[in-house]
């Protein structure tokens, strides 16, 4: 790509500056922005979860497993009758299918599992405006938690061009090796999905504003996301896709869709608030929560070795080129590119 195909943390879009509901926490030092711009989606993978689990728990572990444990150890069927030598064949078959079945469904299954339940609730970007860093968490085997410079950060609005009613737009950051020196590139779409491009770009202000100008340029937004799981925050995300056609379309043709598809909505919320609900809160280490204070340390900035030396290898061979165009100026932060030598 070239230098100038994106926003750096200099360019401002507009005069409006408004985060929506993207923001988990202000303060002086920090803000806390979502970090996965499907979390209103989440709740198919835990409807699909509890079935497998009705299915496999619920009716095989306490309908034919634990009866036929105690069957066996009885000597008895059901109505009194001795157990005869298929029930000592078939009982003790049943079970092993059983365990086959869950070994095999957690085994394959695991990694999709992860994407909304038994996993960090939340995906978090946080900006700390004292130590001009970014940081992202995410969970471990996703790269855990990262921190880059500030100034290595570029932004650029993905979808929804001006006036879009319903393709909406989202926020993507992208940290390039060019710019920050980590050997390696990071992206992450921050906020949730917004209506317009238009909004998607008061985010970015809102937080370019917020590191560059401090809080007077950004104040703290009338409402945060919250952290702790809701059960009426879910009802309201599964209910959030109609809001841009509530604003345009028919009001009434809306309500009666709306109603017709209402159980399917109810169990969208619910699936939602368990997913949460199956997560655990998002920790920073402690030396992230403390930075931007006095006499705290900085944080280090992350770099392709602290995934391993093979892991490194293979980050510093896929990064991306970012090329200045002729007459263009240089990179004016001097970061040290992945390979090394100075990118300018």
């Given at each position: ?209 917020y590191m ?7 104040p703290r ?91 490194a290898g ?31």
């Amino acid at each position: 790509m070239t230098a100038d195909d994106h926003l750096r943390t200099d360019s401002s879009v507009g005069t409006i500056a408004d985060p929506g509901a993207a923001l988990f926490s202000y303060d002086e030092r920090y803000i806390d922005v979502q970090g996965a711009w499907q979390e209103d989606r989440r709740g198919i993978i835990t409807f699909a979860f509890i079935g497998a689990m009705y299915l496999l728990q619920y009716m095989a572990l306490f309908g034919n497993v634990v009866p036929g444990i105690k069957d066996m150890m009885s000597g008895f069927a059901p109505l009194g009758r001795p157990l005869t030598a298929e029930g000592y064949i078939f009982i003790p078959l049943f079970i092993l299918m059983w365990i086959v079945a869950n070994v095999v469904f957690f085994r394959f299954a695991w990694r999709w599992l992860r994407l909304e339940i038994f996993v960090q609730r939340r995906i978090v970007v946080r900006f700390n405006r004292i130590t001009k860093q970014v940081h992202l968490n995410r969970p471990a085997y996703a790269g855990g938690v990262v921190t880059f410079p500030w100034e290595a950060t570029i932004a650029d609005m993905v979808g929804g061009d001006g006036g879009s009613r319903n393709q909406g737009g989202t926020l993507l950051l992208a940290w390039p090796s060019h710019y920050s020196g980590a050997g390696f590139d990071d992206l992450c779409i921050v906020g949730g999905a917004v209506e317009n491009r238009q909004q998607a770009e008061a985010l970015w202000e809102y937080i370019r504003r917020y590191m560059e100008e401090g809080p007077d340029a950004a104040p703290r937004p009338a409402r945060l996301r919250a952290l702790f799981p809701w059960p009426w925050d879910s009802v309201r995300s599964t209910l959030s896709f109609l809001v841009p056609p509530w604003r345009t379309d028919d009001k009434g043709l809306l309500l009666t869709f709306a109603l017709i598809l209402s159980p399917l909505l109810l169990l969208h919320s619910i699936c939602h608030w368990l997913s949460l609900l199956l997560c655990w809160p998002t920790w920073w280490p402690k030396i992230i929560r403390s930075a931007g204070l006095p006499g705290a340390p900085v944080p280090r900035l992350t770099v392709a070795e602290d995934f391993g030396a093979d892991v490194a290898g293979k980050l510093r061979a896929s990064v991306v080129t970012v090329v200045e165009k002729s007459g263009g100026h240089a990179n004016p932060h001097n970061a040290i590119d992945s390979t090394g030598g100075d990118s300018k």
